[in-house]
Every structure is written in C-alpha cells, then in structure tokens.
C-alpha cells in the first residue's frame, strides 16, 4: 500500500471518447502531480498542483485537463486524445508547502496504463 | 534537451556482484539527487537521495555518489540481489525555490537493471 491509489489500472479509449482518471492520496499530502511515461522516454512531468492551486502546467496539450478539487484528491480528464498519448500515467503527492524551498520526496501511485486506439 | 541523462538502458548483474547504475546532468544548478526504483505494474518508490553538499550518501547495500565536478551521480549495490531486479530512475531537483518549478524532480529515462541468480 504505497498511500496513493490510480484508477482505473487500465484504459483503453477511442480517439472520440472522454474519460477521466484518478488519484487519491491519504497521507496528508498538499502537493500532487500528474507523470507520464511514454516508452524509453523520461517521466514527463505534466501538471502540479500545491495546496489545491495548479502552479505548473508543462506545456500540456489542452486534450489534458486536470482538476483537483481537494489535497487528496486529483483528476485528469481526457478527450479526443492521440495514440501517441498511450503512455503510463502516474500521480504522485508531496508533503508541498506554500513558498517551499526543500528537496521533496515524492510517492508515487502504481499508474493507470492508457491505450489511445 | 534531456537535463537528466541514464545513457544505460539496461544492465546484467551476477548475483552477489556489485551493481552500479550511472546518471549525468547538464543542468549545474541541480542540487538534490535522487534514485527511485520501480517494479513492473508498481509506481517508483523513492530508494536513496544526497544533496550537492555531500560526495556519498550510504543506505544499507546502497551507496549513491556524486561527482559535481563531472555532474555525474552513480547508484552502487552491493552485494547484488534478484529482488534488486527493476528499473531504476535517476531524478534531479533544486533545493531552492527558482520561480515557480517547487523543486520538482527531473527524471531520467531509467535504467533496467537485471540480477541473476
């Protein structure tokens, strides 16, 4: 039990479809993050969001849309999406803080492993 | 550009043997490094860091080194085990708030890393 749970694990969608995944936390944690990691790509960071406030948006296709209505809780609403965002998308979450200044460690979920078809 | 460089992709490693796992970085300002080790089907769980102030950090069988100088870090595992065996991810970040980034983690491409019995 890593503290933060993705679902759904799988998803496969058409290119016309809308579906949203999502990640939870219960560590009392104020910062999340949305992750993806294409094949022999880095992990991409996508969005973050520190105190329920979204305070980087890593140049995201608007097909991606995050929403975090609550620290513990975290979205990523997805249309018309490309087969070349197939791709594992993970959540994290981080102790945050306004004005942080320290080295974060984060956890991670397990991810939800997307097929765009 | 990749900031964070793992130009292994994968690694052998008889059991019993040291394992040692290389990442460089472009970026100059990173001050906090981090290895994150990731089973399939599981999200990266956080194995060792070190900041820019220190040469070696040592954990148990794992002992991460970092060369400014070179901007080179490297994960050694000593003695090597089968359940060692998973992809590992080098991760760099700034201490200090630069902007809006919040220290968050750059990632490597990772590196799979396979013990044999």
């Known amino acids: 039990e890593t503290g933060v749970t993705q679902t759904p694990r799988h998803l496969v969608m058409g290119m016309t479809n809308k579906k949203s995944l999502k990640c939870e936390q219960h560590?009392?944690?104020?910062?999340m993050y949305w992750y993806k990691q294409s094949a022999k790509k880095p992990l991409e960071l996508m969005f973050v969001?520190?105190?329920?406030?979204?305070?980087e948006n890593n140049s995201v296709p608007s097909r991606f849309s995050p929403e975090c209505p609550n620290s513990s809780h975290l979205f990523l609403h997805l249309h018309t999406l490309q087969p070349e965002d197939s791709a594992l998308y993970l959540c994290?979450?981080?102790?945050?803080?306004?004005?942080?200044?320290?080295?974060?460690?984060?956890?991670f979920g397990s991810g939800t492993r997307l097929t765009v078809v | 550009d990749q900031q964070v460089k793992q130009n292994s992709p994968s690694l052998s490693v008889q059991e019993g043997r040291i394992s040692i796992l290389n990442c460089d970085y472009t970026?100059?300002?990173?001050?906090?490094f981090l290895w994150y080790k990731k089973y399939p089907a599981e999200g990266p769980t956080f194995l060792i860091s070190?900041?820019?102030?220190?040469d070696k950090n040592e954990d148990g069988r794992f002992t991460v080194f970092l060369n400014k100088s070179a901007k080179h870090l490297s994960l050694h595992i000593v003695p090597s085990q089968p359940g060692d065996s998973a992809v590992y991810f080098c991760?760099?970040?700034?201490?200090?708030?630069?902007?809006?980034?919040?220290?968050?983690?750059?990632f490597g491409k990772g590196t799979k890393l396979s013990v044999k019995p």
């Open positions: 969001y520190n105190f329920k406030e979204q305070t």
């Open positions: 991760a760099a970040s700034l201490i200090m708030n630069y902007g809006g980034s919040q220290g968050n983690l750059i």
């Open positions: 070190i900041s820019s102030i220190k």
């Open positions: 560590l009392g944690h104020n910062a």
């Open positions: 970026n100059s300002m990173f001050d906090y």
């Open positions: 994290a979450s981080s102790q945050g803080n306004p004005g942080w200044t320290g080295p974060e460690r984060y956890t």
